[in-house]
């Protein structure tokens, strides 16, 4: 079992930074497992937007977010962070971070396929 705790969101302004962290807790580390982030904007369907494969280096991030946003691993403190840079209205949304025990070579995007969720934390970036 892993419980996980989405940490960081709040209201910025467009242009801003912003990093949410997710603490991981259970029976499997955080490089044991692949990670997720996914965003949920208002109205609209939850997206993956980075994936950090098990076991692995390996770290992806979709075309609307690549070049800003980073998402990482920090092993001693059993944790994964999105440092967000440059955001805009577009980011806003819920942002969750999920956990799947499998190990797969292709990033997941389908939410239904991961075994471990956040409870979200809110991101809002006004113009």
């Known amino acids: 079992q892993v419980t996980l705790v989405e940490s960081g969101g709040g209201s910025v302004q467009a242009g801003d930074s912003l990093t949410l962290s997710c603490a991981v807790s259970?029976?499997?580390?955080?490089?044991?497992?692949?990670m997720a982030w996914f965003r949920q904007a208002p109205g609209k369907e939850r997206d993956m937007i980075a994936w950090?494969?098990?076991?692995?280096?390996?770290?992806y991030h979709v075309d609307a977010v690549k070049g800003r946003f980073i998402a990482s691993r920090d092993l001693t403190n059993n944790k994964v962070f999105l440092q967000m840079n440059d955001l805009t209205p577009e980011d806003t949304g819920v942002y969750y971070c999920?956990?799947?025990?499998?190990?797969?070579?292709?990033?997941?995007?389908?939410?239904?396929?991961?075994?471990?969720w956040g409870q979200g934390t809110q991101v809002t970036v006004s113009s």
């Open positions: 259970g029976t499997l580390g955080v490089y044991d497992i692949t």
């Open positions: 950090l494969r098990g076991i692995s280096d390996t770290v």
């Open positions: 999920a956990a799947q025990r499998r190990i797969t070579a292709n990033p997941l995007r389908t939410e239904s396929l991961y075994d471990f």
